[in-house]
């Protein structure tokens, strides 16, 4: 499966973005898909995770209440709901698939896309 982040911007802190993870492949199902963020000078952190058939979702605390994951497998698609951004969510979003259903670390994902940049000004 190849993957491909869009959406991203510069949007000012408070406001609201939707990425979205797009899949080529008839096996996007198969997959757990998570997001992850990877911010100037600091490694890369998961932020959420959902399962292949979108009936389990997990987050972050730092996201928890703000983010919300989702996917529709009939357009082979994820999306990352974010609202109430502030400066500190500013960073390259990637989404990753893998098999593993509370893979929540980078190394447990096998498939990466490219990142888009998310940056929240104050």
């Known amino acids: 499966v190849q993957l491909q982040a869009s959406g991203g911007g510069l949007v000012q802190a408070g406001a609201s973005l939707r990425l979205s993870c797009a899949a080529t492949?008839?096996?996007?199902?198969?997959?757990?898909i998570g997001w992850f963020r990877q911010a100037p000078g600091k490694e890369r952190e998961f932020v959420a995770r959902?399962?292949?058939?979108?009936?389990?979702?997990a987050y972050a605390d730092s996201v928890e209440d703000r983010f919300t994951i989702s996917r529709d497998n009939a357009k082979n698609t994820a999306y990352l709901q974010m609202k109430s951004l502030n400066p500190e969510d500013t960073a390259v979003y990637l989404c990753?698939?893998?098999?593993?259903?509370?893979?929540?670390?980078?190394?447990?994902?096998?498939?990466w896309g490219q990142g888009t940049l998310v940056t929240v000004s104050s």
């Open positions: 959902i399962s292949r058939i979108g009936d389990s979702t």
């Open positions: 990753a698939g893998g098999f593993y259903s509370g893979a929540s670390h980078s190394d447990e994902y096998a498939y």
């Open positions: 492949g008839r096996t996007f199902r198969s997959y757990v």
